[in-house]
């Protein structure tokens, strides 16, 4: 029996109706918003960064309530504990023994909101759950609902109260986004749309979890050329070689690069993935995993500049299908 060949335009209608959606309630950020959803479609985690106010919490919700799916809130606090994440064991004393009751990680969509309040042995919490989409408690493993994602948001790391999260971490997350202040147009809407009501609690949802699925399986299908998979281990392996780089891009990193350029092939309609996919992704999947030198840093470098710097050494391969 033959397979069918998946609907990349149905992909991408589905995901233009998600961004749609989404873009009811954020307003003049549409980018942002096609690079969480092609984290969504990657099947991977979200790391939503910048200063207190401009709709980190905002982007979430509007996505969680945006596709049917059971979605939990968790607000990370110094005194949080690694059980409040993931669940405990509990006495049940008409049973006579522990009976486990699952946290707030047990759902498909996972708001971590300000993640880099809690100390760092909660944030490990999180590690198992996002690589291996389980969590084990007093020895047992349970698996987690699919589709799973979480979408943390963190204020910068100078901000009083915060810890950095360690390297570990930041690598699993997929991307690193930044929301930036709205222009003003963009700010006037906002106190014409959100001045008296909050619209996201009446937002409807528009794809089911079985549709998030078929976006996930859907993304996973496309094709990627060899010149183009080794122009992303290309980029990787620059980025453990320049002198101005102290931890550069893991494997992980690239397999993680590879699906988002996937997904947003997918999203714009097509089963190939060309190199300009790559590119317009390498800053958002790559630049978080960097851990710059002294030197780069006492110079001003940031590590978006470094992947910019890499992007324009690095040849791009000619466009191919083979």
Known sequence: MAIAE????????TFEAIATNV???IEGK?????LALIGLAAEGHLL??????????????AIARSINCEWRRLQFTPDLLPSDVTGVGVYDAELKHFVFKPGPIFANIVLGDEINRASPKTQSALLESMEEHQ???????YALPRPFMVMATQNPIEHVGTYPLPESQLDRFIMRLSMGYPDAASSLRILDRHGATEPVYS???VVNEQGVVALIEGARSVHAAEALKRYIVDLAEATRTHP?????????ACLFLLRASRAKAASEGRDYVLPDDVKALAKPVLAHRLLLSPQAQSRGRTQEDLVTELLSTIPVPSPSRK
């Not at 998946?6 to 209608?13: K, L, N, S, T, V």
């Not at 939503?48 to 919700?61: C, N, S």
């Not at 101005?244 to 992980?252: E, F, I, K, M, T």
């Open 244 to 252: 101005g780089v102290s931890l550069g891009a893991s494997p992980r």
């Open 6 to 13: 998946p609907d990349y335009r149905g992909f991408a209608e």
């Open 135 to 141: 969590v084990s408690v007093d020895g047992v493993t």
């Open 203 to 205: 937002l409807e949802a």
């Open 30 to 34: 549409a980018e942002v918003i096609r």
């Open 23 to 25: 873009e009811q309630i």
């Open 48 to 61: 939503i960064e910048d200063v207190p106010g401009v709709g980190k919490t905002m982007l979430a919700k």
